[in-house]
């Protein structure tokens, strides 16, 4: 059973680009959460999805980023006109339900802007 | 959710037993105690969780003080591949739409050879 899988690992964008990140959650869940990490800083809650509808983005900044989880592929977390304070990790977690449920994480993606 | 305290960072030797103190003073009646670890460069990975009773798996046990204010995981014997930052993390059982994991900052754990 193949785990959280992300995509791309490394990701480097100029200052303008747009950055799209895909989280393809384990087989048979059905919750998608990002999460962000900035270098030496703990993870932060970005957004909860179900298949084709967000549950809570109370994490996601209010410009330049979306999150969509559709009927059929992956998770995605857009980010439009990077700057370079948008350098993190990003991490995505699946989940079989939501609450009280174990996450399983991705190895997230390394999003550098130059 | 609750608050949780815990060491900034932590020093092992190998093969001697870990004691990861969490203090959560704070702590509901609904809420669990999950523990995740995160190995450098990757993502966190579920450890364990409990509510009241102490918890054993293959990775960890978790002890519960009666009180429910503090809990502490235990790795009983550390490896090298066991130096990770821990988090302690409260969750609700039945939370309602927040199903997001708070994450502090957490103990970073050395594994000395």
């Known amino acids: 059973n193949a785990g959280v899988m992300q995509n791309p690992r490394h990701l480097v964008r100029r200052r303008g680009q747009e950055a799209r990140l895909r989280c393809s959650p384990m087989?048979?869940?059905?919750?998608v959460y990002w999460y962000r990490q900035l270098p030496e800083e703990g993870l932060k809650f970005m957004v909860y999805?179900?298949?084709?509808?967000?549950?809570?983005e109370s994490g996601m900044p209010k410009e330049r980023f979306s999150a969509e989880f559709p009927k059929e592929g992956p998770s995605i977390l857009r980010i439009q006109q990077v700057v370079r304070g948008d350098s993190a990790a990003y991490f995505c977690?699946?989940?079989?339900?939501?609450?009280?449920?174990?996450?399983?994480f991705g190895p997230g993606t390394r999003l550098l802007v130059l | 959710d609750a608050k949780t305290t815990q060491p900034n960072s932590m020093e092992s030797n190998e093969e001697e037993p870990v004691h990861l103190p969490c203090n959560h003073s704070?702590?509901?009646?609904?809420?669990?105690i999950h523990w995740y670890r995160q190995l450098p460069s990757q993502g966190p990975e579920y450890v364990i969780h409990?509510?009241?009773s102490n918890v054993n798996n293959r990775m960890a046990s978790l002890a519960i003080a009666e009180d429910r204010k503090s809990s502490t995981l235990i790795l009983h014997r550390a490896t090298l591949r066991d130096a990770a930052v821990y988090y302690c993390?409260?969750?609700?059982?039945?939370?309602?739409?927040?199903?997001?994991?708070?994450f502090g900052k957490g103990t970073k754990l050395s594994v000395k050879p």
């Open positions: 977690a699946s989940s079989p339900q939501a609450v009280g449920e174990t996450q399983y």
């Open positions: 087989k048979g869940h059905s919750h």
């Open positions: 999805l179900q298949k084709e509808n967000i549950i809570d």
């Open positions: 704070t702590i509901s009646g609904t809420d669990y």
């Open positions: 409990g509510l009241t």
């Open positions: 993390i409260l969750r609700l059982l039945y939370g309602g739409s927040q199903g997001n994991l708070i």
